[in-house]
């Protein structure tokens, strides 16, 4: 797991930390990322209107998420043996076992996909092929319980009064954000998902595809200036609304001085759509600057790189990606920017 690998290597942290040193020195600044040229057509209203009438539950703790993810493991490691060794009936029964202990632990989008790979081949005819049959049944479980590991819970609005009611916002202007977004899609690795932006009403739109391995949309705003930060907490969204609210996750992407020393490096967080006020209102997400763990390269974390400084911001980003966003998406918001 991420956390025994970075425990295995927490002796060599600091050789690590030189190695970053020497890197941002010697390195030099990333070329820009190539824009898609794949073209979308206006996004459908049907997206938000879904996410209108519902709101994201909150209602399974980090815990349970934890205990699920321990359960996974649990299961992979006498699982995955049992099918190299040519035992795949053991490894589907042990899956499915597994799957079902975890089930009342997850949301509903990640529950239903699993107790549908449960069910589906259960009640299949007498001459149906029954290795053909577990062979299909570890695999479809194990891509799920993939999927499953690899969520990371977000970041949602919360009513930021009742704790800290000295608050302030400061908007990004059009002069600050620079031209039109760039689009980086999956297609710098052979993907074909697609992305759009629609500036009057900040709506990102698209679909995202796991054909070729990809599974990303992103826009990424280029500051004209460096930007400095420091005097702010983090990032704020308001008005956020979404695609598939129990389901579909973004990644905020900020770059710092550093990232641009080292090619496709940036930090991200997750976040999700927001909760509905008693009066209507939809309430904003905060973003700490805190929330932006360590440097990714590709999507990988690099253990011992730089934490993100605010005091240099080069550029912002959304992106939409697997894999809680697989197919379209919608997401629109009123206004962003920092908060104080």
């Known amino acids: 797991s991420p956390t025994s690998i970075a425990f295995a290597l927490s002796p060599y942290l600091p050789i690590m930390r030189f190695f970053w040193s020497a890197l941002l020195i010697a390195s030099t600044s990333c070329r820009a990322f190539p824009s898609s040229s794949s073209s979308s057509s206006y996004p459908l209203p049907s997206l938000l209107q879904m996410n209108m009438s519902s709101s994201s539950s909150n209602s399974n703790s980090s815990n349970d998420f934890n205990q699920a993810k321990q359960r996974i493991s649990q299961a992979i490691s006498i699982g995955a043996p049992a099918y190299n060794a040519g035992d795949i009936k053991k490894c589907a029964d042990v899956y499915t076992d597994a799957a079902k202990d975890i089930a009342p632990l997850l949301p509903s989008s990640f529950r239903t996909k699993l107790l549908q790979e449960v069910d589906q081949n259960e009640n299949n005819t007498p001459e149906y092929d029954a290795t053909t049959n577990y062979n299909a ?182 992106m939409a990606i697997k894999p809680t966003v697989v197919g379209e998406f919608q997401l629109e918001f009123e206004e962003w920017g920092l908060y104080m």
């Open 137 to 318: 049944k570890a695999w479809a479980l194990r891509r799920v319980f993939d999927s499953i590991t690899d969520y990371q819970p977000p970041l949602v609005p919360q009513d930021a009064t009742t704790t800290d009611e000295n608050i302030t916002y400061d908007p990004f202007t059009k002069s600050q954000l620079g031209n039109e977004p760039l689009a980086v899609m999956d297609n710098v690795m052979g993907g074909i998902s697609h992305g759009s932006w629609i500036p009057k009403t900040n709506t990102f739109f698209g679909e995202t595809s796991l054909a070729n391995n990809g599974g990303f949309a992103s826009l990424r705003w280029r500051f004209p200036n460096a930007q400095n930060w420091s005097y702010a907490r983090g990032i704020y969204i308001t008005g956020l609304r979404h695609s598939h609210p129990e389901e579909h996750t973004f990644r905020i992407i900020l770059k710092d001085a550093s990232c641009e020393r080292v090619r496709l490096a940036n930090y991200k967080t997750v976040f999700a759509n927001p909760g509905q006020r008693k009066d209507g209102g939809i309430l904003p997400l905060l973003i700490p600057f805190s929330a932006f763990g360590e440097m990714e390269q590709m999507g990988r974390g690099m253990v011992g790189s730089p934490p993100f400084n605010p005091m240099h911001v080069t550029e912002i980003g959304i």
